[in-house]
């Protein structure tokens, strides 16, 4: 009986491994299809000053304009490319377009920043090509970010500080993506030459929540919930973290002072309210992102 069901279920297992298989395989062959057709293009969303909303640069977000299925966002597609290696290409297909702009627009405003996975910082002689798609459009390497999550700096060491110390060295800014969500976050500030950090959109959702430290213009009724996923940011099951001394409200404000004495730049991920948008603005937070301020779209023009 046991072995029975045991068999239907290593059946049933086989089947369903065999289609994810293929699934892959035919995700990988349509990348690369892709990548020769230029089908991969940028979006770009703007950054902001907290303190009157002037765009201070923008975040080049890749989006795969696949010939069947339509617009495609990171989530649909990230995983396959970092596994087969071919986020590699895309990742140069993305630096080659944001170049292109920024040669096409020397009036653009701030810096185009770019986001870079573990698998492109290991891979060898990435830096070298970097710079080398930079110098073909003649752009001057200060208009561009480099933004890498601690995950992906902790995962390789060595090999990436000296990647990405190559990239400082020509003017290249470096901010630390999704900061706080890793196991890390401190050491990677002592180890890198970090010109930034990004808060992670995962404490800004928190901060909607009733009794968010350094909550402002608390007109109490509103209640509006857009935080409701308790499940964000690792809090507690209690539903009062954001109350408590360490809720991320308290994390928020302590890591403002943290970007300020080291003279980083900080930028907020995720705003969405003009709520958070207060507070952070209040907590010293200089810049910030999120649809309150603008979508990801194409260049205009
Ligand atoms: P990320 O670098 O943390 O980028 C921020 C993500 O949050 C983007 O998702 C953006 O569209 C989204 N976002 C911005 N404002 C808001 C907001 O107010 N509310 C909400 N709910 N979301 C907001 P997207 O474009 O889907 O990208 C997801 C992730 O994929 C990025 O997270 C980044 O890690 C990765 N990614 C994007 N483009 C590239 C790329 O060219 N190369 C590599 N290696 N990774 C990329
Ligand atoms: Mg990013
Ligand atoms: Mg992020
Ligand atoms: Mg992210």
Not at 23 to 50: C, K, N, W
Not at 208 to 217: I, M, Q
Request: proline share 4%; with cysteine; net charge negative.
């Amino acid at each position: 009986q046991a072995k029975r069901s045991g068999r239907a279920r290593w059946q049933f297992f086989d089947a369903t491994m065999h289609s994810q298989a293929m699934t892959r395989l035919t995700i990988e062959d349509e990348i690369r299809m892709s990548l020769l057709a230029g089908d991969f293009v940028v979006h770009y969303q703007p950054l902001v000053a907290l303190f009157d909303r002037t765009v201070v640069g923008h975040e080049a977000l890749v989006r795969w304009q696949h010939p069947q299925r339509g617009l495609l966002s990171p989530q649909d597609f990230l995983a396959v490319a970092e596994e087969s290696g071919l986020i590699v290409g895309i990742g140069r297909c993305v630096l080659d377009q944001v170049c292109a702009v920024l040669a096409a627009h020397p009036d653009a405003p701030g810096t185009i920043s770019v986001n870079v996975s573990a698998v492109e910082l290991a891979h060898d002689e990435w830096a070298e090509k970097f710079l080398g798609i930079v110098d073909i459009h003649g752009v001057d390497p200060s208009r561009l970010v480099v933004e890498v999550t601690e995950t992906a700096v902790m995962s390789l060491r060595a090999h990436t500080a000296g990647s990405v110390a190559a990239l400082r060295d020509r003017g290249i800014g470096l901010h630390v993506d999704d900061f706080g969500t890793g196991f890390s976050s401190i050491a990677v500030l002592r180890d890198l030459p970090v010109t930034g950090l990004k808060l992670d959109a995962s404490f800004v959702a928190d901060l909607a929540a009733p009794g968010a430290v350094g909550r402002l213009g608390s007109d109490g009724a509103s209640g509006d919930g857009a935080a409701a996923d308790g499940g964000a940011g690792g809090s507690t099951a209690d539903g009062a973290h954001n109350a408590g001394a360490r809720g991320s409200g308290a994390l928020a404000a302590g890591l403002a002072g943290l970007v300020a004495h080291l003279g980083l730049t900080g930028v907020a991920e995720g705003i969405e309210t003009e709520e958070q948008e207060a507070t952070l603005r209040a907590q010293g937070w200089q810049h910030g992102q999120g649809y309150l301020f603008g979508r990801p779209a194409p260049w205009p023009g």
